[in-house]
């Protein structure tokens, strides 16, 4: 007997995901470049993040060099990459090379912005990066470190201990571009105390609030309980 699908999220109605996704007018858009091994990755976080941001598009592949798509929206763009790369430039250290600029007419810096994600493990994204040349050729942004090991994706295993998921890093990111990320005063007691559900929160997820894309991050911490509730105990 076939399992019955939500309509909306394409899931099994036990494990349908729509009560976490969140109604977001995000003023920059986001692309996210998916692995194709993620796409059919249940614990994924991409259906999530692009179905609560208004301005999200999700393409699929590994080599984009040639992607007509892809390449269309790097002309009409002011394009950065979220990328840990050598180049990178720390979003809440310096700004991008296009608020830096004193020429106000620089034609692409009159571009709306688009952040680009790429969705997949570390050593895959590597992979998607060094085979796109098109990608190479971008401005480069990363997190500061304190907020790129603060993730708590805890239903799938990470190369890199507290490693974020494409949804909180597109959520950090979002934040310290728009001005969106402020800082929380909280008594060492309140870092304490402070539990969802029987998850001890990173101190970067208490101390810093990211605006418009906090609900998400609410939801997202709501998301990992639900996967988790699926495990047998042992």
């Keep these: ?25 995000n003023p920059t858009a986001v692309l996210v470049l998916q692995h194709p091994s993620e796409v059919k990755q249940t614990k994924g ?10 301005q999200c598009r999700v393409l699929v592949g590994e080599d984009f060099s040639q992607h007509d798509e892809l390449n269309t929206m790097l002309k009409n763009h002011q394009a950065l990459l979220l990328y840990p790369g050598a180049q990178a430039q720390v979003l809440s250290v310096i700004k991008t ?6 020429n106000n007419h620089d034609e692409k810096c009159q571009l709306p912005k688009l952040l680009i994600i790429l969705d997949g493990t570390w050593k895959k994204a590597y992979r998607m990066f060094m085979l796109s040349s098109n990608l190479q050729t971008l401005e480069q942004v990363c997190l500061p ?19 974020l998921s494409s949804l909180e890093a597109c959520c950090f990111a979002l934040a310290l571009l728009e001005n969106e990320l402020t800082k929380n005063e ?3 007691n309140e870092l304490t105390e402070t539990r969802i559900g029987n998850k001890s929160l990173n101190n970067v997820n208490l101390l810093f609030n990211c605006g418009l894309y906090q609900d998400l991050l609410n939801k997202f911490i709501q998301f990992n309980q639900f996967q988790l509730s699926f495990r047998t105990s042992t």
């Design 1 to 25: 007997m076939s399992r019955i699908l939500c309509k909306q999220c394409h899931r099994p109605t036990i494990a349908c995901i729509c009560s976490f996704f969140c109604e977001i007018d």
């Design 145 to 163: 470190d304190a907020i790129a090991q603060s993730g708590q994706y805890s239903v799938r295993k990470v190369a890199k201990k507290n490693a």
């Design 45 to 54: 976080t991409v259906a999530l993040l692009s179905r609560s941001l208004s």
């Design 97 to 102: 090379e296009c608020d830096n600029t004193h």
């Design 186 to 188: 909280l008594s060492k």
